[in-house]
């Protein structure tokens, strides 16, 4: 076999795979998006596989028609008040963390990482009386808070390794100007941190968008529904139209493709800060 540029054979197991592994990604994406262009009666007949012989939105329509914008509207409210509230507690929180340099300091990001260890299943219970308690059950704020909660010990631990990249020279020079703690936030750290704001906003994002344990558990009524507990409701109401339940599926995903498509080079680089110390 002929050696290649750099004297290196090619990895032809290891090509393998990775066609494998990409069509076993590809490919259900696909069957989704070619599944909801069709209507309901060619579904039963076309292969799965191939691309619909009369493409049709009448599955999108049928979403539309049934409150999705309802829904839509309600995982947006959800997930920006949720993202703005992480972004601002974990980057003051990391930024304390990282230029106090304290006993006292150190054992709070040590208790930030205690969360993470903290599933979300095992605290339902107690997440429930206390939204109950607090008379918040079946309302928005009872999806952002716990949300909130559950999200700032990655995103601080995220957010300190990129912080700690910052060299300190810059703190103390802005220091000697005068700047308070407060102007240094937000004038030097968060233009620094841009690609790890990114990382947690998109990251965090995602999982809000996504979540279907706390809106199951802490909502009833159907204008408070939110887009993954609407996409259930919608495989109930079309138990016999596969067509629109993933036409329903593609609408919600939609929104989040095109965030990561925007932000997905700050979000690598905020993931891969500190990887080399």
Do not use: H
């Not at 090619?10 to 066609?19: A, D, R, Y």
């Not at 054992?107 to 990482?113: A, D, E, K, Q, V």
């Not at 390794?161 to 060299?167: A, E, I, S």
């Not at 690609?195 to 994002?205: G, H, R």
């Amino acid at each position: 076999m002929k050696l290649f540029r750099g004297g290196t054979r090619p990895n032809l197991i290891g090509g393998l795979f990775g066609w494998i592994w990409l069509a076993i990604a590809v490919v259900p994406i696909y069957y989704i998006i070619v599944t909801s262009l069709r209507s309901q009666a060619d579904y039963y007949v076309e292969n799965p596989l191939s691309l619909p012989s009369n493409p049709t939105l009448d599955a999108y329509i049928q979403v539309f028609a049934n409150d999705f914008w309802t829904y839509f509207l309600n995982s947006v409210i959800v997930t920006v008040a949720t993202v703005a509230a992480i972004l601002v507690v974990s980057f003051m929180a990391a930024y304390v963390i990282v230029r106090s340099r304290t006993a006292f300091s150190n054992r709070i990001f040590s208790l930030f990482l205690l969360g993470i260890a903290i599933p979300i299943q095992a605290t339902i219970v107690p997440v429930y009386y206390l939204i109950v308690q607090l008379g918040l059950y079946d309302t928005l704020w009872a999806l952002i808070l716990p949300s909130v909660a559950f999200a700032i010990p990655i995103s601080v631990l995220i957010l300190t390794n990129f912080l700690r990249d910052v060299p300190r020279e810059l703190f103390e020079s802005m220091k000697v100007d005068g700047a308070t703690d407060w102007q240094m936030l937000w004038r030097l750290a968060a233009p620094m941190c841009r690609p790890a704001l990114v990382t947690v906003a998109i990251y965090d994002a995602l999982n809000v968008w996504n979540g279907f344990l706390f809106p199951l558990v802490l909502t009833q009524s159907a204008n408070k529904r939110v887009l993954p507990l609407s996409l259930w409701n919608f495989q109930g109401a079309f138990s016999s139209n596969t067509p629109a339940i993933l036409a329903a599926v593609v609408l919600s995903a939609l929104p989040l493709i095109v965030a990561y498509a925007f932000g997905r080079r700050q979000m690598v680089a905020g993931l891969t800060a500190g990887v080399g110390k």
